[in-house]
């Protein structure tokens, strides 16, 4: 045993050691321990237990490494200026890589550099989106864009690590840091806008918000204390307070304005993040883009495209004459929508003979997103896209901003409120394929949802892990068998339309409880349909 005598030896021995091994060495000895870190090991020896207890811990010089750091690059361009830079997918690599940064370029100016991994499109954390939605998000973005990136060197190595790069971007950004709000107010005949705005002192073209008790404002999702950021397209961060009464008195019955909490406000100066109507939660908007899933009947959707120009001299592409009891008409479309993209393909470039030819090659489905022309008009004045608040996409934000709530926990209140009644799901085959897989009980007709891709375009229609299948592609497959119904799936191509309710309900439907299809209880055979 060593005592305290021998530790001058000890250390020596220990040193000479740890130098022949070609070791990194650090002694610490300030509570009489002495440790010996090396490139995969480190020795702690306690004097006072002696050599016969000592303690070999090994570890790893990640551990020591820093931790990555995340970059905001904000980039502003003018019209029919680009951004200057490409996104791309890699196979076998991971993340969205950011390529082909010009030099001198908005991107390249903004310290946007080749090799970059996009974590956040103006504050949404894109890193496990599918790349063509993340493309889409740039393009809606305008004229302004704020990008979270991380060192692509950096990102390989967290991602190798197992590292929470969703963490990593959130803890960029304090917990407090709210989203804005977009809010649309309409006058009440008695109490007017309900709304009026105070400078804030000592902060030039910063106002804050007090409401009338009960008025529209409030009503509209604005809270007291918010800061104005934005009203009618316009910032207000140049604006004296007389200027701001004037546009104000110019504004008629409705005014939509871009408000965000104090707290919030301080955090996004803090990182420099400009706040833009790209990142808000939307609230009472008048108007919103739909999505239309159509499948395919006999005599082909029942409706008719035009190309028309509006008396603002605006062409537009119109539907017109849906066919009593057609796929138009049963997807509700309606007469004198305008049509703003194909599978979600943008047609503000496209032809009228190109915008045919696209339904054409569809096969039996398509999806469409219209907008009304007042709708058109309402987003124009407003210098932002209408494709930025489709229904779906909007009620989702509204639903997370004033109940903010685990996925699990939505899962299962879906499943608990579900009400006897089947759901559709529309799908369109994605980088996931539809993110979804099928399960059964071995020689039993019938289906189920036994698996659901996060992020995965089943996840985004709605599907639940044991929803039942009633019906693909507008086809009743109760009795049907696993190996027929995938046929069904592959005949849709692009596209799939499910009818499907949860179990509970769906036992209850048919009035008994139907111990073949209880998952938990019964072998299961799973097939993917994620890479069809």
Same mark, same amino acid.
């Given at each position: 045993m060593f005592g305290y005598t021998d530790l001058p030896l000890l250390r020596l021995s220990v040193w000479m050691t740890a130098v022949l091994m070609g070791k990194r060495h650090n002694m610490r000895s300030s509570t009489g321990l002495v440790e010996i870190?090396?490139?995969?090991?480190?020795f702690t020896f306690n004097p006072k237990e002696g050599i016969d207890n000592p303690v070999m811990v090994i570890t790893d010089d990640a551990d020591s490494a820093p931790t990555p750091s995340p970059r905001l690059c904000v980039l502003?361009?003018?019209?029919?200026?680009?951004?200057?830079?490409?996104?791309?997918?890699? %196979?076998?690599?991971?993340?969205?890589?950011?390529?082909?940064?010009?030099?001198?370029?908005?991107?390249?100016? %903004?310290?946007?550099?080749?090799?970059? %991994? #996009?974590?956040e499109v103006n504050n949404c954390y894109v890193d496990d989106v599918p790349h063509p939605e993340v493309s889409r998000k740039i393009k809606l973005s305008g004229h302004q864009l704020c990008l979270l990136v991380l060192d692509g060197d950096e990102y390989e190595q967290a991602v190798s690590r197992g590292q929470d790069l969703r963490g990593m971007a959130r803890a960029h950004k304090d917990k407090g840091c709210k989203p804005p709000r977009l809010c649309h107010i309409t006058r009440d005949p008695a109490s007017g806008l309900g709304i009026n705005f105070t400078p804030v002192e000592g902060a030039k073209g910063r106002f804050s918000v007090s409401l009338l008790t009960g008025g529209a404002a409030e009503k509209a999702a604005v809270c007291n204390g918010d800061r104005l950021v934005w009203m009618n397209g316009a910032t207000v961060s140049d604006l004296t307070h007389s200027a701001l009464n004037r546009m104000m008195k110019k504004c008629g019955n409705h005014i939509t304005i871009l408000v965000i909490d104090?707290?919030?406000?301080?955090?996004?100066?803090?990182?420099?993040?400009?706040?833009?109507?790209?990142?808000?939660v939307p609230h009472n908007l008048p108007y919103r883009a739909r999505n239309l899933h159509l499948l395919c009947g006999p005599e082909g959707y029942g409706f008719l495209l035009r190309l028309e120009r509006a008396a603002s001299g605006r062409t537009s592409h119109v539907l017109r004459e849906m066919d009593r009891g057609s796929p138009a008409e049963r997807a509700?479309?309606?007469?004198?929508?305008?049509? #703003?993209?194909?599978?979600?393909?943008?047609?503000?470039?496209?032809?009228?003979?190109?915008?045919?030819?696209?339904? %054409?090659?569809?096969?039996?489905q398509v999806s469409l997103t219209t907008i009304t022309s007042q709708g058109l008009d309402f987003y124009t004045q407003l210098g932002l896209s209408p494709? #930025?608040?489709?229904?779906?996409?909007?009620?989702?934000?509204?639903?997370?901003?004033?109940?903010?709530?685990?996925?699990?926990?939505?899962?299962?209140?879906?499943?608990?409120?579900?009400?006897?009644?089947?759901?559709?799901?529309? #799908?369109?085959?994605?980088?996931?394929?539809?993110?979804?897989n099928l399960g059964c009980v071995p020689r039993t007709p019938g289906t189920f949802i036994s698996q659901v891709a996060f992020g995965g375009s089943g996840q985004s229609a709605g599907l639940l892990v044991g929803d039942v299948v009633i019906e693909v592609n507008g086809q009743n497959v109760e009795e049907k068998y696993l190996e027929d119904i995938i046929l069904f799936v592959k005949e849709g191509g692009h596209f799939l339309s499910l009818s499907v309710m949860d179990k509970a309900s769906y036992n209850k439907m048919k009035h008994t409880d139907t111990p073949a299809r209880d998952v938990t209880e019964q072998e299961e055979e799973h097939f993917d349909i994620s890479s069809l």
């Amino acid at each position: 045993m060593f005592g305290y005598t021998d530790l001058p030896l000890l250390r020596l021995s220990v040193w000479m050691t740890a130098v022949l091994m070609g070791k990194r060495h650090n002694m610490r000895s300030s509570t009489g321990l002495v440790e010996i870190i090396g490139l995969t090991e480190k020795f702690t020896f306690n004097p006072k237990e002696g050599i016969d207890n000592p303690v070999m811990v090994i570890t790893d010089d990640a551990d020591s490494a820093p931790t990555p750091s995340p970059r905001l690059c904000v980039l502003k361009r003018v019209k029919g200026e680009s951004y200057g830079f490409h996104l791309r997918v890699e %196979r076998k690599r991971q993340g969205h890589i950011i390529s082909n940064v010009v030099v001198g370029g908005v991107a390249g100016c %903004r310290g946007l550099q080749d090799g970059d %991994r #996009l974590l956040e499109v103006n504050n949404c954390y894109v890193d496990d989106v599918p790349h063509p939605e993340v493309s889409r998000k740039i393009k809606l973005s305008g004229h302004q864009l704020c990008l979270l990136v991380l060192d692509g060197d950096e990102y390989e190595q967290a991602v190798s690590r197992g590292q929470d790069l969703r963490g990593m971007a959130r803890a960029h950004k304090d917990k407090g840091c709210k989203p804005p709000r977009l809010c649309h107010i309409t006058r009440d005949p008695a109490s007017g806008l309900g709304i009026n705005f105070t400078p804030v002192e000592g902060a030039k073209g910063r106002f804050s918000v007090s409401l009338l008790t009960g008025g529209a404002a409030e009503k509209a999702a604005v809270c007291n204390g918010d800061r104005l950021v934005w009203m009618n397209g316009a910032t207000v961060s140049d604006l004296t307070h007389s200027a701001l009464n004037r546009m104000m008195k110019k504004c008629g019955n409705h005014i939509t304005i871009l408000v965000i909490d104090s707290e919030s406000e301080k955090n996004f100066m803090r990182l420099r993040m400009p706040i833009l109507p790209t990142m808000a939660v939307p609230h009472n908007l008048p108007y919103r883009a739909r999505n239309l899933h159509l499948l395919c009947g006999p005599e082909g959707y029942g409706f008719l495209l035009r190309l028309e120009r509006a008396a603002s001299g605006r062409t537009s592409h119109v539907l017109r004459e849906m066919d009593r009891g057609s796929p138009a008409e049963r997807a509700g479309m309606q007469d004198g929508e305008l049509l #703003l993209e194909i599978n979600g393909e943008s047609v503000e470039t496209l032809t009228h003979e190109e915008i045919v030819d696209r339904v %054409r090659q569809s096969g039996q489905q398509v999806s469409l997103t219209t907008i009304t022309s007042q709708g058109l008009d309402f987003y124009t004045q407003l210098g932002l896209s209408p494709l #930025l608040f489709c229904d779906d996409d909007a009620a989702e934000k509204e639903e997370e901003s004033s109940a903010p709530a685990c996925e699990a926990q939505t899962s299962s209140q879906k499943e608990m409120d579900g009400s006897s009644k089947p759901r559709l799901c529309s #799908l369109r085959k994605g980088p996931l394929g539809f993110g979804f897989n099928l399960g059964c009980v071995p020689r039993t007709p019938g289906t189920f949802i036994s698996q659901v891709a996060f992020g995965g375009s089943g996840q985004s229609a709605g599907l639940l892990v044991g929803d039942v299948v009633i019906e693909v592609n507008g086809q009743n497959v109760e009795e049907k068998y696993l190996e027929d119904i995938i046929l069904f799936v592959k005949e849709g191509g692009h596209f799939l339309s499910l009818s499907v309710m949860d179990k509970a309900s769906y036992n209850k439907m048919k009035h008994t409880d139907t111990p073949a299809r209880d998952v938990t209880e019964q072998e299961e055979e799973h097939f993917d349909i994620s890479s069809l």
